[in-house]
């Protein structure tokens, strides 16, 4: 089982969602901790190791350091939604 490391990013997020929506992110997020690259996992292009998974409307963007068995938690937000790239290009700059 892989580490996960983030989860404070995450619970920041899901405070402001309802409560059903919050549990569905939150289980696909303590999921990728069994497995980190699920068959829903798409690979950033552009961002070696960094991965997203989709849950719902909202898309969940990490990275997975297989060396370290860690999953890190980037950042979570709507899907259809531009600013998630633009936040991710901001953190990683």
Same mark, same amino acid.
């Given at each position: 089982?892989?580490?996960?490391?983030?989860?404070?990013?995450?619970?920041?997020?899901?405070?402001?969602? =309802?409560?059903?929506?919050?549990? =569905?992110?939150?289980?696909?997020?303590?999921?990728?901790?069994?497995?980190?690259?699920?068959?829903?996992?798409? =690979?950033?292009?552009?961002?070696?190791?960094?991965?997203?998974?989709?849950?719902?409307?909202?898309?969940?963007?990490?990275?997975?350091?297989?060396? =370290?068995?860690? @999953?890190? @938690?980037?950042?979570?937000?709507?899907?259809?939604?531009?600013?998630?790239?633009?936040?991710?290009?901001?953190?990683?700059?």
């Amino acid at each position: 089982m892989a580490k996960l490391d983030g989860l404070e990013t995450v619970l920041d997020f899901l405070k402001r969602l =309802q409560p059903k929506i919050a549990a =569905q992110i939150a289980k696909k997020v303590l999921a990728l901790n069994v497995d980190p690259l699920p068959t829903d996992s798409k =690979q950033l292009s552009g961002y070696p190791g960094y991965y997203r998974v989709d849950s719902g409307e909202y898309r969940i963007v990490y990275r997975f350091n297989p060396n =370290q068995d860690l @999953v890190e @938690v980037i950042l979570v937000g709507k899907r259809n939604d531009d600013d998630v790239y633009k936040r991710l290009e901001r953190l990683l700059k």
